[in-house]
Structures are given as C-alpha cells and as structure tokens.
C-alpha cells in the first residue's frame, strides 16, 4: 500500500470541513487522467443517488449512497470514506462535473462522478486540464 501525498489528504480534508464543491483538481491515477471539481463526500453520495433513482433499473441501488455503512455492521470504514485506521484523515477524493481525459478529449461530456482512493493518485495539479469537446 502506499502512502497517500499529505498535501492532497489536507485539500481533501479541507473539502469535507467546509463543505466546498469549489475547488478544482486533476489527477493521475493507474490508467486515468481524471480532471474536474471535489466534493464533499455526503453531497457527492447525495447527487450518485438522485441520478440512480432517475433510472428505472438503477434506482434499486440508491440506498447504497443514502445508508451509512455502519447500518450495515460494515467496521472497515466509515460512510465518510475514513477508515478506522486513519483517524480523521480522508481516504477517497469525490469528484463531480469530472471528466477522465483520453487524448485531446473529455468523457464524458456531460461530466461524471468519481471516487478516487487518494493512495492511487501518482500526481496531482491544482485546476482542471483544458480538453476539446470536439
């Protein structure tokens, strides 16, 4: 397992503390370049679950994202993506209106929502890395 840098576990935990969507990152991660804003991870569960109850065959698995998974006896980690053996240190970055670059391009266009384990990111830069939509 490695280390997650402490720089970006600082930014992600400043996203949870003040509850911000604002801040823009971009990241490397094994296969992926994935670009686009943090969210806190509750907002981020929020809008997952609003888009799967939109859908007639996907709406089953919204209680996923609304549950906490201590309801679930699950000790591993907590619903805010910290584990017990991190204290109050985040573990994942939550992306939203993201985009995973491939080439000169951004997919998809509409923008997703990512969850990104912060030990899997090699790089990182602060804003979003222009894209054509063409």
């Known amino acids: 397992m490695t280390h997650p840098d402490d720089l970006l576990v600082e930014i992600a935990a400043m996203v949870e503390s003040r509850h911000s969507s604002q801040m823009s990152l971009t990241v490397v991660v094994p296969g992926a370049v994935i670009t686009g804003r943090l ?3 509750s907002l981020w ?3 997952v679950a609003e888009v799967l109850l939109d859908s007639e065959h ?3 698995f919204a209680p996923a994202f609304t549950r906490r998974r201590a309801d679930h006896g699950d000790d591993h980690q907590d619903s805010d993506g910290r584990g017990p053996d991190h204290g109050d240190r ?3 970055l ?3 209106v993201a985009r995973i670059l491939q080439g000169s391009f951004g997919i ?3 923008g997703g929502m990512y969850r990104v384990a912060l030990e ?7 804003g979003d890395i222009g894209y054509s939509d063409q």
């Open 39 to 41: 969210a806190p991870e």
């Open 45 to 47: 569960k929020e809008r």
């Open 58 to 60: 996907l709406g089953q």
């Open 90 to 92: 985040p573990t994942h």
């Open 94 to 96: 939550h992306f939203h």
């Open 108 to 110: 998809p266009d509409t």
């Open 120 to 126: 899997d990111v090699s790089a990182w830069t602060i």
